[in-house]
């Protein structure tokens, strides 16, 4: 995220991940990324219709938040 953020300008990072991928949906919150919202019956795999998590992190989120994260 510091690469995107300083080297290429991006200033926003829009991430989105299965509601039960426990692992990612962690690993998101970990690093600073704040849950925007939920998307019921987004996307349909393996038979039925799944729920996915909006996250959206902010250059100016990531620089204040970034002191408390784990590196």
């Known amino acids: 995220l510091n690469f995107l953020f300083e080297e290429y300008g991006v200033q926003q ?3 989105v ?13 970990r ?3 704040p849950r925007g ?4 019956q987004e996307v349909f795999f393996k038979g039925k219709w799944g729920k996915e998590y909006h996250f959206s992190l902010s250059k100016e989120e990531w620089k204040s938040g970034q002191a408390n994260r784990i590196r």
Do not use: Q
């Open 13 to 15: 990072v829009i991430a």
């Open 17 to 29: 991940a299965d509601a039960e991928n426990v692992a990612s949906v962690s690993m998101l919150t």
């Open 31 to 33: 690093v600073g990324f």
């Open 37 to 40: 919202g939920i998307v019921e």
